[in-house]
């Protein structure tokens, strides 16, 4: 299996679900008002989240079956492409990361 995490400022979290809904991934967690730091800034945890200079965290499990992987991908690609026009091809709060993942209960 792999585990696909998606960290990306709140702005982002409606078009996010919008688009699991699209391809019909129905199985997924969110954390919203999380914090770090990183290239675009720091931005402080919120519980709750009270503000949109929060982030949000998605946390999507794949099989090593499933076909959602490169679909995810490309459409992740085409929202960050539409939110960095116009920001100078800047930073913007959305990274894709993708890791190893074994259920072990």
Known sequence: ???L????????????V???????????TVISGVGGSGVT???TASNPPTNQNTNTLFMVAL???SSFLPQIVAALKEI?????????DREIPLKVFL???EIII
């Open 1 to 3: 299996m792999k585990m």
């Open 5 to 16: 995490h998606i960290v990306c400022g709140k702005r982002f979290e409606e078009e996010i």
């Open 18 to 28: 919008v688009l699991f809904q699209k391809l019909g991934i129905k199985g997924y």
């Open 41 to 43: 800034g720091t931005v």
């Open 63 to 65: 099989g090593y079956e």
């Open 80 to 88: 960050r492409a539409k939110h960095v026009q116009g920001h100078d």
């Open 99 to 101: 890791q190893p993942c």
